[in-house]
C-alpha cells in the first residue's frame, strides 16, 4: 500500500528525517572554509534532534560502534595535554578534534538511521563535493595568489577533503554494482571519481597521491577478502 501525501509529508518532517538533513548539511559544509559558525549551528541543531530521536524511538542505536576506540584514543590525546608546551593550544585543538568531531560522529551515526538518510546524505554531500572541486579548478585558473584563498580552503585543507572523500566515492560505485541494475549510482560515483583526480592535480600536493594510492591498494585487498580471493 502506498503512503498518502499526507503521510509522506509528515515522514519528512519527523525529527529523524530532519535529523538527517542537518547531518548532510554539516557534512556538505565542512567541505568549505569560512564556514564554522555554519557548522557550529548545525552541530547544535543535530545534536538536539538526535537527542530527541533517542527519547522518542526505541529501535534506534544510540552509539556508534566505533565508540570505545574513540573514547581510548581521546583519552591518550587528553593525556598528552599534561606535558604539551602549550597546554592551551593543545586544550583547544582536542575540543576542536574530539569534541566536535565526536558530536559529527555521533549526529552522523543516528542520523544514518533515519528512512530519508540513504536518498539525501549522499546526493547533498556528493554536490557539495562537486561544488567544492569546481571552486579549487577555478581558482587554480586565477594563479597561485588567489588559490589559497578559494572556498575549497586552499591546498592543505582541500587535499584531506580529497583524501576522506575518495573512498566514499569508491564504496558508492561498488554498492551501486550491487544494488543499482541502471548502474547510475555507479556511473555518478566514478564522475565523482574522476572530477576528484582533476581537482587533487590543482592542490599541487604530491603526498595526496600517495594517500590515494594506498587507499586503492586497501580497497582492492578489501575486495579480495569479501570474495573470498585471500
Known amino acids: ?18 535529523a538527517a538533513w542537518t547531518a548532510a ?4 559544509a565542512s ?8 557548522r557550529l549551528t548545525l552541530l547544535l541543531a543535530g545534536a538536539v534532534l538526535c537527542a530527541w530521536v533517542i527519547a522518542r524511538e526505541r529501535d534506534v542505536f544510540a552509539l556508534p560502534p566505533i565508540w570505545f576506540p574513540f573514547v581510548l584514543w581521546a583519552a591518550w590525546a587528553a593525556l598528552s595535554i599534561a606535558w604539551s608546551e602549550d597546554p592551551a593550544r593543545s586544550a583547544k585543538e582536542f575540543r576542536n578534534e574530539f569534541g566536535y568531531t565526536g ?20 546526493v547533498v554531500v556528493g554536490l557539495a563535493a562537486a ?14 595568489e588567489a588559490y589559497p584563498y578559494g572556498l575549497h580552503g586552499g591546498s592543505g585543507n582541500h587535499s584531506s577533503t580529497l583524501l576522506v572523500l575518495m573512498p566514499c566515492a569508491a564504496l558508492a560505485a561498488w554498492y551501486g ?43 582492492v585487498a578489501l575486495l579480495a577478502i569479501a570474495r573470498g580471493e585471500a
Not at 25 to 28: M, S, V
Not at 31 to 38: D, G, I, K, M
Not at 131 to 144: H, N, V
Request: overall charge positive; charged content about 5%.
Open 1 to 18: 500500500m502506498q503512503p498518502t501525501c499526507i503521510e509522506a509529508r509528515a515522514s519528512v518532517t519527523t525529527p529523524h528525517a530532519l
Open 25 to 28: 548539511a554539516l557534512l556538505a
Open 31 to 38: 567541505l568549505f572554509s569560512h564556514t564554522v559558525a555554519l
Open 103 to 122: 558530536f559529527a560522529l555521533w549526529i552522523g551515526f543516528i542520523a544514518g538511521q533515519a528512512r530519508n538518510a540513504v536518498p539525501v546524505v549522499p
Open 131 to 144: 561544488g567544492a572541486c569546481a571552486i579549487a579548478l577555478y581558482s587554480f585558473q586565477l594563479g597561485p
Open 177 to 219: 554494482l550491487r544494488a543499482d541494475p541502471s548502474r547510475a549510482t555507479t556511473s555518478v560515483a566514478a564522475g565523482l571519481m574522476l572530477l576528484f583526480l582533476a581537482s587533487a592535480y590543482t592542490t599541487l600536493n604530491r603526498t595526496v597521491w600517495l594517500g590515494f594510492a594506498a587507499q586503492a591498494v586497501l580497497i
